[in-house]
Nanobody, 120 residues
Framework: QVQLVESGGGLVQPGGSLKLSCAAS????????MGWYRQAPGKQRELVAT???????NVADSVKGRFTISTDNAKNTVYLQMNSLKPEDTAVYYC??????????????WGQGTQVTVSS
């Protein structure tokens, strides 16, 4: 019932910036957590940052001070502003939405993934 469409990935030089967007549509509930995950070749998927409906955020230590997560509730969109990018940030980035159905169940939804490549 929820679709997540990601955009903003691409190729950027080390030290550069990139902004990812993820727009949610469908059955949007008010209690949720949205986050960004990434997966590099040969590595496990890791959580990058999360944000709740109340605005609380958590950011992984590896990107602390460089990445910022935010939302625009009017547009049902979450953003990931990435600054001072490093080659080790290269990965496929996935948008996630976890929301409460209003009854008793939490559901997870995933975007299609967008490639971020940091290289000179």
């Amino acid at each position: 019932q929820v679709q997540l469409v990601e955009s903003g990935g691409g190729l950027v030089q080390p030290g550069g910036s990139l902004k990812l967007s993820c727009a949610a549509s469908g059955s949007i509930f008010s209690i949720y957590t949205m986050g960004w995950y990434r997966q590099a070749p040969g590595k496990q998927r890791e959580l990058v940052a999360t944000i709740t409906n109340s605005g609380s955020t958590n950011v992984a230590d590896s990107v602390k001070g460089r990445f910022t997560i935010s939302t625009d509730n009017a547009k049902n969109t979450v953003y990931l502003q990435m600054n001072s990018l490093k080659p080790e940030d290269t990965a496929v980035y996935y948008c996630n939405r976890r929301q409460f159905d209003g009854l008793a169940t939490w559901f997870d939804f995933w975007g299609q993934g967008t490639q971020v490549t940091v290289s000179s």
